[in-house]
Structures are given as C-alpha cells and as structure tokens.
C-alpha cells in the first residue's frame, strides 16, 4: 500500500503544478515533483523495448486490419497507447541519442547515423544507475562509441545480422546461433533471471533490430501471410504533384530502389552478375544453419519461381515488390510480437508484472508504400510518428484519491496529446522519483500515464533532420500541431504546408497559396519560436 500512497501524492503534486501552467500555451518546462527514493519506497523496475524502425501503422492496436500483434495488443489492452507520438529527426542513431539524452540532435551532438555519440554526457542509465538501479542494455546501440551508464551491456556491432548474429560486450565479440530478434530477448531474459540483486529495482533496454531492412524474417514466420493479400496504401503510386522538390527526388522507392536479391529475397538468375548491394545477399543467407538454409528455401523457393514464371512488369511488378516488401516487414514483426508475449510472460511467472512499467516503442516510424516509399527521414506522417504503448499496472488501477483532479484508470486507453522521443529521459526519472532536470528538451509522460489532465501541454513539436547522402532525403525541419504541418527545405528554400484534418495522406501542399496565408504566417511564427526555444 506504501507505492499506492506514494503514487497518489506523486499525482496530487503533479496535479498542482501542471495545473498551475494553465495559462501557458505550451507546456512549461516541470520542476522536480517526485519524493526522493526511500529504501520503503519500492520504485518500479523499467522495462523498454526498442524496435527499429516499426511504424505504429504496422501494429494491430493502431488499427492495423493486415499485422499479427496479439502481444502489443495485450499490453495495449492493460496500458496505454500514445495516438500522437512523434520522433524529433527520423533516424536510427539520432532517435536513441535522443532517447538517452532527453535532447534534441544539436543539443547532444548526435546529428546523423554518421556521428559518434559523446559517451560523456548525462544521460538517463546512468542517473538511474547512480540512484541504485541495476541496468541492462540488450540488442541494436548503433552510437559508434560504446556504451556507457550500463552495469551491463551486449550490442549488436552497427547494424548486426538477423541470422546468426555477433554482440559485442566489453570482453569482446561472441557470436549466436539463431534469429536476432529471439536472441535479443534471450540475452535480456538472460539477465533478468541472472545475477540481478532482487532487492533493487532494474531498468532493461531490450533493443531489437527488426524490422529494419533488410527485413528478414524468423524460421518461425517464414510462411506467414502466404496467400494473403495485403491491401495498399491508397498513394502507393503517387505522383507527388504539389508536394516539393524532395520528394521528387528522394531514392526510397518501392519501384526502383529495392534490390531483388538483396531486398527482395529473389536470387539473380544463373549467369546475371549481381551489382550494388545485390552482392551481399548470398552472404547474408551463408550465415543461415543448414536447418535454417532449408526452412528459407521451402519458403521463398516456390513462391520465387512463381514470380520468375509471371515475368511481372510496370504497375504489377511494384504491386507484387509492395507484397514482398510488407509481408517481409510483417514477418519480422510477429517474432518481435512473440518474443514480447516471452516477456510478459516471465513478468507474469515472476511476480513482476504489477510494479514494473513496459515501454514499448521504435526509434522512428517507416514508410509502409505511402508515397511509394519504403524507409524514413521525411518529416511526413509515417516516419514521423512511433508506436508509444506503456503498461504500469501498479500505477494505473484503482487509483482513486477522491480528488476532482483524480487520475482516470488509464488501462486500455489512448492519449491523443503530443508526445515526443525527447519525454523518455525526464520520464525515467520521474518513475525512478528523481529531480526533473532543468536542461532537458523533453517533459516526463508519467501524468499522461496516470490519467491526469494537464491543463498544459505542448501544443506543437520540433523536428530536424540533418542527413545528406542515403536516400537522398535533404535535411529539412518543420512544425507539426494536431491539426497543421509546416515543413522548410532550407537547400531549395521550399516549403510544404498540409492540414492533417483534411489531408491525412499529406498530398495536398497548401503552401504558398492565398486562403492559407494566415496560417503559413502563424505556423512559421511558431516553427521560429520552437526553433529559438531549443537553441537553432
Ligand atoms: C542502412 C539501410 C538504409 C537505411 C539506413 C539507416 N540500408 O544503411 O536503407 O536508411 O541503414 O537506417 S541497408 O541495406 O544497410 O539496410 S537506420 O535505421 O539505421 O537509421
Ligand atoms: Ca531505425
């Protein structure tokens, strides 16, 4: 009963000070609000699962009719889901600096997947590590530098492969048979049955790899969603017409810039030299058991054959790349479905399910054939937004206070507020009870998770992305409201203005003309606000 009367002063504090920024238009910056840990105070261990690049229209909680999510939609069902979760630059590195540091790119020196990331600076594992938490890092780091703040840690070195994948631990490289996204949650379940001290509370980032390209799916799915049609997105073959020069130009493309062999899983016919990353994909299959090299030809043998025999061109040959391309993305997304389903479980045989908060996210989101396209970057709706879906049950039930301020029971609800990758460093903290800090970007979600209603909150996000090169996506920036969204390519001096109520597909630029003047002008008023704000 203690963490229940702690977690009710926690709110009514909460309460009184959101409720006293009422006035603000934005939400002002929290001061610290949580008791100091106590030894009676049992603090909840953390839990947070990283895919990359998982967009939330891929999981079945968010309204997906194709994907196969029944653990996401679980934890959904008995947490809550974030509907207007959005990452500050859609890329992989950036987003977990992001994620450590509570700031933006600029502010912790981590602007591309080209940059190292600074190992010195402050970050949350190691807050929590020094207020007693025992931490763990399992899966994808991709920060260049090593990890730092981690009792202990085993990282995929850059990428890493799906099959037969190396980590890398501060004794060196050791390599796994079996599927990264399994193996991933072995080493995590590894940890937390090993050495841990039960007496003191963990704070695990279990990191996946899927469904990053070259989405490659598991043994166990490698026939899932055969004969199924997925449906299309309605702009598979949009034009672009309105839209700027960008995405005229980008190279993300379902049409052109997927690689049979390599992307597409379709081996190049006898005698046919392989050119660009076409050459690695023999490699990839050669890391393959013999038990695995089997089940993959079973699987994807006839079904290639049957597309040699098609001999598919124009319009059908992108329809049957999207199907390859979703149903591999799919795939890769029920092993990391059921290996969460593992972790609930063992949660639930340990007795842990109650006071350990569930964090389920991705770096980004991903283009699913909006557009056209597969990969991120772009400041549109699909790479923009991550699925955000946290359980705490000892925080969210029955937290009755008889306060006209109460917590709602938030358990199989949605919030629809924005919320960033920049909230989960100050969120952190808040769940361990530690002092807001005062230079983070972000603010914690520990009130939304409660059922408070702020009065304030942000009412417009910052996003900037800085990488030349892959993809050929131009670094841009822009504001996106619940209703509005302004975009800026500096290189071009181009702009792209949608409104999100009437145009969720965002194909309709409204920039530059007459009726939408007002708010071009009010919306660049804010973009330079924002801007100041964080220091650009
Ligand atoms: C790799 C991918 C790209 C992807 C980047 C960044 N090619 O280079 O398609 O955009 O990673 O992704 S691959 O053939 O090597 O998979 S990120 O998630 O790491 O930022
Ligand atoms: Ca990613």
């Known amino acids: 009963m203690l963490v229940q009367e702690l977690h009710t002063r926690l709110f009514l504090v909460l309460g009184l000070i959101l409720g006293s920024c009422a006035s603000s238009s934005q939400l002002s910056p929290v001061s610290p609000v949580s008791a100091p840990p106590t030894a009676s105070v049992q603090r909840p261990n953390i839990i947070f699962i990283y895919s990359d690049d998982h967009a939330a229209a891929a999981v079945g909680a968010y309204g997906s009719s194709a994907a196969r999510t029944p653990n996401l939609d679980r934890l959904a069902a008995e947490g809550l889901l974030f509907e207007n979760a959005f990452c500050t630059n859609a890329l992989c590195a950036p987003a977990r600096a992001v994620v450590l540091t509570g700031k933006h790119s600029h502010r912790n020196g981590l602007m591309d997947n080209g940059d190292r990331f600074d190992?010195?600076?402050?970050?949350?594992?190691?807050a929590l590590g020094e207020a007693g938490y025992q931490t763990a890092l399992l899966g994808k780091w991709h920060l260049k530098s090593e990890p730092t703040g981690f009792d202990h840690w085993e990282v995929l070195p850059g990428?890493?492969?799906?099959?037969g994948p190396e980590f890398k631990t501060p004794q060196g490289l050791t390599r796994h048979e079996g599927y990264n996204t399994d193996v991933v949650m072995d080493r995590t379940l590894a940890w937390l049955d090993g050495k841990r001290d039960p007496k003191r509370p963990f704070m695990v980032m279990c990191q996946f790899k899927a469904p990053h390209r070259t989405w490659m799916p598991g043994p166990d799915h490698l026939s899932l969603y055969d004969g199924v049609l997925i449906p299309e997105?309605?702009?598979?073959?949009?034009?672009?017409?309105?839209?700027?020069?960008?995405?005229?130009?980008?190279?993300?493309t379902i049409a052109d810039h997927l690689w049979l062999a390599y992307d597409l899983k379709v081996p190049l016919q006898a005698g046919v030299e392989a050119t660009g990353p076409d050459k690695w994909a023999e490699g990839l299959l050669g890391r393959m058991s013999a038990e695995q090299r089997i089940a993959w030809e079973a699987a994807y043998g006839p079904r290639n054959r049957a597309f040699r025999n098609w001999d598919l061109s124009g319009r059908a040959l992108v329809q049957w790349k999207y199907q390859r391309y979703i149903k591999d993305y799919l795939r890769c997304i029920a092993s990391i479905d059921d290996n969460i389903g593992r972790l609930l479980d063992w949660l639930d045989e340990e007795g842990l399910a109650d006071n350990t908060v569930v964090i389920y996210t991705s770096d980004q989101g991903f283009f699913l054939g909006e557009h056209g396209w597969y990969d991120?970057?772009?400041?549109?709706?699909?790479?923009?937004?991550?699925?955000l879906i946290v359980r705490w049950p000892a925080a969210t039930e029955g937290n009755d206070t008889g306060d006209a301020r109460d917590a709602r029971d938030t358990r199989g609800t949605r919030e629809t507020r924005l919320v960033q990758n920049l909230d989960f460093a100050a969120t952190m903290l808040d769940l361990a009870g530690l002092a807001a800090r005062q230079d983070l970007d972000g603010v914690s979600l520990l009130p939304l998770l409660r059922g408070a209603e702020p009065k304030a909150w942000r009412a417009s996000i910052y996003y900037e992305y800085f990488e030349e090169g892959i993809h050929n996506v131009p670094p841009h920036y822009g504001v996106?409201?619940?209703?509005?969204?302004?975009?800026?390519?500096?290189?071009?001096?181009?702009?792209?203005?949608?409104?999100?109520?009437?145009?969720?597909?965002?194909?309709?630029?409204?920039?530059?003309?007459?009726?939408?003047?007002?708010?071009?002008?009010?919306?660049?008023?804010?973009?330079?606000?924002?801007?100041?704000?964080?220091?650009?």
């Open 376 to 387: 991120k970057r772009f400041m549109y709706e699909p790479s923009l937004r991550f699925p």
């Open 159 to 163: 990428q890493g492969h799906y099959y």
């Open 233 to 252: 997105p309605t702009t598979l073959f949009d034009d672009w017409a309105s839209r700027a020069t960008p995405a005229h130009a980008q190279e993300m």
């Open 119 to 126: 190992g010195a600076q402050w970050t949350f594992p190691k």
């Open 480 to 536: 996106r409201t619940q209703r509005w969204k302004l975009i800026h390519y500096p290189k071009s001096d181009e702009w792209e203005l949608f409104d999100l109520a009437l145009d969720p597909e965002e194909v309709d630029n409204l920039a530059g003309q007459p009726e939408h003047h007002e708010r071009e002008r009010q919306l660049g008023d804010e973009l330079a606000r924002l801007r100041r704000a964080c220091g650009r």
